[in-house]
């Protein structure tokens, strides 16, 4: 999965299950990635399913902080996305303020 879309210097995305089950500890479903300069990244190994995904204008955030609280309020402001087996996919996402 790519975008092209530039977000804010040190950004990131955040593509996860929309299915709160699979928001456990190394999930498979669950990916947090550095944009690029140009705001372009790349997501592999994800299993096919439905996912939200969000464009933060912050690093990809530590793993202790990927609870189920966090994962559910970044959700409200996520894309909808649904990915089959070895699906590609170019997605245009704007940044928004990382949650506290």
Known sequence: MTSNRQPAGGGSVMIFSSDPEDWYERSRY??????GEN???????????DY???A???APPAAYKLTSEFLRRLASFATHVSLAEGQHRQTELRPMKTPR
Do not use: H, I, N
């Open 30 to 35: 669950v990916r947090a990635a550095e944009a």
């Open 39 to 49: 705001g372009q990244f790349s997501v592999g190994g994800l299993a096919p399913g």
């Open 52 to 54: 939200w995904m969000v």
């Open 56 to 58: 933060l204008d912050t």
